[in-house]
Structures are given as C-alpha cells and as structure tokens.
C-alpha cells in the first residue's frame, strides 16, 4: 500500500484535473488569442460555441493520470492518439478553410494544454 502523502497527493492532482484543468486551458487559449471557432454557421443553424472540450477535458486528463499511476503510459498514449483520430474527419472538412484552420489551432493548443497538465501531475507522482 502506498504511503499517506503519496495518497493525499494523487488525491489532490485528481482535483486538478476535474477542479482547475478547464480554468488552466481556458486562460492559456485567451492568452494565445485563440479563439473558439463557431461549429455552426448558416443562415438556419446560428453559431454555437464548442463546449465538449469541458467535459472531455477532465474525463481524458483523468484517465491518463490513471493509467499512468497503473504503469500502463502506453495506454495512456494510445488515449492521446485515438483523440487526434477521431476528430481528424471534422478537421479536414472541405467547409471553409479558415474556420478549420481555427479549428484544429483551436484544438491543437486545447488538447496539448489539457494533456501537459495530465501529464505533469504524473510527473509529480513518479516514483
């Protein structure tokens, strides 16, 4: 069994990851001017902002803190690289190519943020 301030530690790095992961995301992506891209634009469907991100967010840094206290760091890769793969389609549409463009920034900075936080806390629980 693990010692009690390991524990309160992991503990607390969970926190993070379910308290404060949005917070951090969201001041580096203001910070950068990255801006929200609109998912719906047309005259029948008003734009919409993209709000995924703050429930998946918490949910993938989760898990790759999990799996990697498990010693599974490939797992925890293979979550990382299935996330680029399933939202390849939608950031390759031929819709037009600015707001894509925003898109994937969008994304790439989002999920880059959101995963250096996961994996950071990781760092900090290494033996």
């Known amino acids: 069994a693990d010692d ?3 524990l309160l530690l992991v503990a607390a790095l969970l926190g993070v990851q379910l308290a404060t992961g949005n917070l951090v995301v969201r001041l580096v992506l203001a910070a950068t001017s990255t801006a929200a891209p609109d998912i719906i634009d047309s005259p029948d469907h008003p734009p919409q902002e993209l709000k995924g991100g ?3 967010g918490p949910m ?3 898990l790759i803190l999990g799996l990697g206290l498990a010693g ?8 990382i690289a ?3 793969l399933l939202r390849w389609p939608e950031l390759q549409s031929p819709g037009d190519q600015a707001k894509v463009h925003r898109l994937t920034e969008y994304f790439l900075v989002g999920s880059f943020v959101s995963w250096s936080l996961a994996l950071g806390s990781l760092a900090l629980v290494a033996r």
């Open 4 to 6: 009690p301030e390991r």
């Open 54 to 56: 703050r429930l998946l």
């Open 60 to 62: 993938e840094r989760v």
């Open 72 to 79: 599974q760091v490939t797992a925890a890769s293979i979550v």
């Open 82 to 84: 299935a996330k680029g």
